[in-house]
């Protein structure tokens, strides 16, 4: 029925994969279809191609038999699928020139964020931008190499060591384990969880040590930008550090401790005064 059967369409249909060549009346004797019905809901079926009509010398009534169920099934398929990219490019074609209304979905469990990144990265046909944990990183490791495997470009962040990540970056992807610990701050921050698709939608979130997870799914502009840039500088920062960080890290502490957002710009070796006095 989910396919479009009417109800007795879909018990006449079922029936004549349990007997065939059959008439109405055997049909109707099998499959609950009231007698009345049985003939025009066998013509529907034939009319779609469900069903054919059988030549049969001394035939009581008139006899039917089912066309192939897998054949059946991979023609709906294929008709759904035209069906969507027909869709898709005639809502294209409305939409173009302006945006329609931007709402936020909240995203509240683990498995939800989880569910709706994959989507994400499903859709993806250009870019992917993501930052990870571990845990969450392996649920979606299968549809990254998917992604890949589509030609999308890929920059990621991951913020506890996996091996997959070694996959992905022999695969061509831009993706690197951030060195410094962030578990101090899973209390305050939580683990972060961000997929941006092709810089349209994304989903950003955090799963906190209690379970709690607090995240938003959005296809507002401002949000998605501003998603990827986080991601982006995340990314540039690690590398700068993985590649001539070592004064930086003199400078303001292994951890970056000896940074603070609050302060006023100043000199590399007050900030090492300080890290090193423990303020």
Not at 77 to 99: I, V, Y
Not at 222 to 251: C, F, K, S, T
């Amino acid at each position: 029925m989910a396919t479009g059967f009417s109800d007795y369409e879909a018990r006449a249909y079922c029936a004549l994969l349990q007997q065939s060549p059959a008439n109405g009346y055997q049909i109707a004797r099998l499959s609950g279809v009231p007698r009345a019905k049985v003939y025009e809901c066998l013509e529907r079926l034939a009319a779609r191609g469900a069903a054919v009509r059988v030549e049969a010398p001394n035939a009581k009534g008139r006899l039917f038999a089912p066309t192939d169920a897998g054949e059946l099934i991979d023609r709906f398929e294929e008709g759904a699928a035209a069906a969507c990219r027909r869709a898709r490019e005639a809502l294209d074609r409305m939409q173009k020139g302006r945006r329609t209304v931007e709402v936020l979905w909240r995203v509240a469990s683990r498995a939800d964020l989880i569910d709706r990144g994959r989507k994400l990265i499903d859709g993806a046909r250009n870019w992917l931008h993501l930052a990870l944990w571990a845990e969450e990183f392996e649920a979606v490791l299968p549809d990254l190499t998917d992604a890949l495997d589509r030609g999308v470009r890929m920059g990621l962040m991951l913020y506890s060591p996996h091996e997959g990540i070694s996959q992905l970056q022999a695969m061509g992807a831009g993706a690197i384990l951030h060195s410094r610990t962030k578990l101090q701050a899973i209390p305050l921050m939580g683990k972060q969880f961000v997929v941006v698709e092709d810089r349209l939608r994304c989903i950003v979130g955090s799963i906190f040590p209690d379970d709690n997870v607090e995240g938003v799914f959005t296809l507002n502009r401002g949000l998605v930008i501003n998603a990827a840039d986080l991601v982006n500088h995340e990314i540039y920062l690690e590398r700068i550090l993985q590649d001539v960080g070592q004064p930086v890290l003199d400078a303001y502490g292994e951890n970056l401790d000896g940074l603070d957002a609050f302060d006023p710009p100043g000199r590399p070796g007050d900030r090492k005064a300080r890290v090193g006095s423990g303020e």
